[in-house]
């Protein structure tokens, strides 16, 4: 997963997501499910399934970072068997089409937790530097889609794989 930074002289400010939700939804009622013969998300790799309380009906995937890592890597859920890099995240009835599949990532971009590469770990930033941060971090949000609970979402085109 690419990485957001600004850098400056000898200091890189790391925008890297510490947490993502993939939420796969239908257009017909219960068209979408968990799967649940352990080919799915891994909770021993930090991705499980979660309901977010504005948007209960998906069936979502919380990704978190593989322990000893600071951000999602290139690939956050473990591929499906049989498969090098696509994953199996959820179950859809076999009469939908991939025009019947929603599917969203969001992500809360926050200013909270943020790794500033070049300084000294003791060194805190001065105030000025974190409003900037946060100035930053607020355009983004209003050029961005973001849910009732701050999350940024974008959808995500689904293809058929046949």
């Not at 690939?75 to 049989?82: D, H, R, S, V």
């Not at 809360?108 to 500033?116: A, D, H, Y």
């Not at 805190?124 to 946060?134: C, E, F, R, S």
Request: with cysteine; glycine share 6%; net charge positive.
């Amino acid at each position: 997963m690419p990485r957001l930074y600004i850098q400056h002289e000898e200091s890189r400010i790391d925008f890297g997501v510490r947490r993502a939700f993939l939420s796969i939804s239908s257009k017909q009622p219960d068209g979408v499910s968990k799967i649940n013969d352990g080919s799915g998300p891994d909770p021993r790799r930090s991705s499980y399934y979660v309901t977010l309380l504005d948007h209960p009906e998906a069936t979502t995937i919380c990704m978190n970072p593989e322990e000893g890592r600071s951000s999602l890597e290139e690939l956050p859920l473990p591929p499906a068997p049989g498969e090098n890099r696509l994953s199996k995240v959820a179950r859809a009835k076999p009469e939908l089409t991939a025009a019947d599949i929603v599917a969203t990532v969001s992500i809360n971009l926050s200013p909270e937790g943020l790794s500033m590469f070049g300084r000294d770990p003791v060194d805190k930033p001065a105030p000025a530097t974190l409003n900037k941060i946060a100035a930053i971090l607020n355009v983004a949000l209003k050029k961005e889609i973001a849910s009732p609970s701050g999350l940024i979402r974008r959808k995500i085109t689904v293809e058929d794989k046949r």
